[in-house]
């Protein structure tokens, strides 16, 4: 064991702890979920502590030999090192600072150990004087929030149109295949089921769309604006340099907050973020449920497409296949929709000049990113790629349909029309028979009308 000191008191840390007593007061006082920070904030933060010494040292307020160091342990953190040395809880104190000071202090005494010097012997290197030089917790965690985020939706963005692509094919081979239209869950105007499909591609373009141009706003970071946003123990040129140096180690357009006291305060840009993801769900939603509808069957019910069988659905009914990708995809969007709600929350909890809310924040909308790229590739292969048209049920069900006497208004009036709908509906008759026993159509007229081939190329479809 080794004893350390700070403020509060002396507290004993195991010896080949990296962590530190401000580390260890967290984990005490935070035991709520076994849940750590996440590595993409562990990463985004090492880059942060990275380019703060490569800084300090290029200004001349940070010496050559202790900035040779701190890069050198940050460097390691980056190529996921000492990964075990953060227990901090994802509900933490404050605005992440728990958070901020295990990175300091691992870092630290990582590169005491690169000097040869023992772990704990801070009045050489400190987690604050040195490794935190020039930082806040209030410019740093939001920064190292944006650049988590940011790294991890370049991820999200590839999965998202290649997604889409898979729905485009399909809707590419279908756009044949007529189908019932249905609102409100009743028969309607026939469409494709290509239609279908290449409008799910669509929706989910215009999702990935808002995503990018809502991320894009977290381009700008806090950095520089330290404690409140005054810029307070940071030299003037600091902000600019060091968000140079940030760009080159992210590969990221980073970019200053154009008010960093607005930086500090508000974390609208996250809380957008969050809602371009509720917003992606509630499509998934959408395209899921209408998928799990038109896989029902297959001896009652829709019965218009096959979803791939996956696994048995069943321990007692044998041969019962479900939807269940399409079912996680579900479960999955609930779940982004309910963090979404968490951090419209933390986000108005804003209080003067910084908002304490920030780590939940970042971890729900981090997680809500990682549902999504580990689930939406598996989702694509196993369900999308797969699905085949019922088509013996498409060519069979949509020439009966009563619904067709509407193409009949135009010549006999919504009255007459829904007269020989009821009649089809009762008798079980097509419509395109009933129209020309009832005089109404020749049979070439009859041929022209219903030709639903001609009837589903719509002049509003936009591949």
């Known amino acids: 064991m080794r004893l350390e000191r700070d403020p509060l008191g002396v507290l004993a840390l195991p010896d080949d702890a990296y962590y530190g007593i401000q580390t260890l007061r967290a984990v005490r006082n935070f035991p709520v979920t076994g849940r750590r920070v996440r590595s993409e904030l562990i990463f985004s933060y090492a880059a942060i502590k990275k380019a703060a010494a490569l800084n300090n040292r290029e200004l001349g307020i940070l010496d050559r ?7 050198a342990a940050a460097d390691e953190i980056l190529a996921g090192k000492l990964t075990d040395q953060f227990p901090v809880d994802i509900f933490q104190v404050r605005a992440g600072t728990s958070f901020n000071m ?3 202090e691992v870092i630290a005494n990582r590169a005491l150990e690169l000097l040869g010097r023992r772990r704990g012997e801070y009045e050489y290197l400190s987690p604050n004087d040195h490794v935190n030089l ?12 944006h650049i988590a985020i940011m790294k991890d939706a370049q991820v999200l963005d590839r999965v998202l149109l290649d997604l889409a692509a898979s729905l485009k094919q399909k809707g590419e081979r279908f756009v044949s295949l007529s189908k019932t239209g249905r609102t409100h869950l009743m ?3 026939p469409v494709t089921l290509g239609d279908e499909f290449l409008a799910y591609a669509s929706a989910i373009s215009r999702a990935a769309k808002r995503i990018r141009e809502r991320g894009s706003e977290l381009l700008e970071v806090a950095i520089g604006g330290t404690a409140t946003g005054t810029g307070a123990n940071a030299p003037p040129e600091y902000r600019d340099a060091v968000i140079r140096n940030l760009r080159e180690i992210t ?7 154009r008010n960093s006291f607005e930086a500090l305060q508000s974390r609208a840009e996250m809380g957008a973020f969050s809602s371009s993801l509720r917003e992606l769900a509630l499509e998934l939603i959408r395209i899921a449920n209408d998928l799990r509808l038109m896989n029902s069957g297959p001896s009652v019910d829709l019965d218009e497409i096959i979803l791939p069988p996956v696994q048995p659905g069943s321990s007692i009914m044998p041969g019962k296949v479900n939807p269940v990708m399409a079912e996680c995809a579900d479960m999955i969007a609930f779940q982004i929709i309910g963090n979404d709600a968490v951090v419209s929350m933390a986000s108005q909890a804003d209080q003067f000049e910084l908002n304490v809310m ?15 790229n580990h689930y939406l590739p598996v989702f694509t292969t196993h369900c999308i790629d797969g699905i085949e048209p019922n088509r013996d049920h498409l060519l069979m069900s949509v020439p009966t349909n009563p619904i067709l006497a509407t193409l009949l208004t135009p010549r006999i009036g919504y009255l007459k029309a829904a007269e020989i709908a009821h009649e089809s509906m009762v008798n079980h008759r097509p419509i395109r028979d009933l129209a020309v026993e009832w005089g109404i159509l020749t049979e ?7 030709d639903l081939h001609a009837l589903s190329k719509s002049q509003y479809r936009n591949d």
């Open 187 to 189: 028969d309607a105007i």
């Open 134 to 145: 020039a930082q806040s917790t209030n410019d740093t965690f939001p920064t190292s929030c």
């Open 102 to 104: 295990n990175l300091n």
């Open 444 to 450: 070439a007229e009859a041929d022209a009308i219903f």
């Open 65 to 71: 030999e202790r900035g040779e160091v701190i890069v």
């Open 251 to 257: 590969g990221l357009g980073l970019v200053p907050a």
């Open 358 to 372: 920030t780590p939940i924040i970042v971890n729900n909308v981090l997680e809500s990113i990682n549902l999504l």
